[in-house]
């Protein structure tokens, strides 16, 4: 069982609390399943259907994908307001994601992405300890993109 869930740097505190509230109202979206996961991986992933939702998750709307060995990936919908802590690293300019959505952060620590599009956001973290992190980054984007899809 791996170590406790990578998490972007510096939001669970900073925006637990928002989390909580729906954003765009109603329900969010289905988020991308193990064959998308997997693919975007290059791995199998399975749902780990016990995990603990992401604490950033809207309406508990967080899904967790386990493989072999470390590998994990994360991915929930989250109050797009946790985008402002990306927007201002203290360490530089924020780390943008072009094309993907209306807004793409990746976090700088851990290589964690927050995606917009409309007022919905979706965050994928993953721990792929045989990626570097050019590919870990490929695989977020990827699990973003998909989960961004559903929106239409």
Do not use: K
Not at 21 to 37: F, M, N, Q, R
Not at 38 to 55: E, F, Q
Not at 125 to 140: F, I, K, M, Q
Request: no cysteine; charged share 15%.
């Amino acid at each position: 069982m791996p170590g406790p869930l990578p998490q972007v740097a510096g939001l669970v505190v900073a925006a637990a609390a928002a989390a909580t509230a729906a954003a765009g109202g109603g329900a969010p979206p289905p988020l991308p399943g193990d064959g998308a996961v997997s693919a975007a991986a290059g791995r199998r992933l399975v749902l780990d259907a016990t995990a603990p939702a992401h604490p950033l998750a809207v309406g508990r709307a967080s899904a967790t994908f386990r493989g072999d060995g470390q590998a994990l990936v994360q991915v929930a919908w989250i109050d797009p307001a946790a985008l402002d802590a990306l927007r201002s690293p203290h360490d530089g300019q924020p780390l943008t994601v072009p094309g993907l959505g209306d807004e793409a952060v990746r976090a700088r620590v851990g290589g964690g992405l927050i995606a917009r599009r409309g007022d919905r956001a979706v965050l994928v973290v993953a721990h792929l300890p045989d990626l570097d992190e050019a590919g870990r980054d490929a695989v977020t984007a990827t699990v973003a993109g998909a989960a961004l899809s559903a929106l239409g």
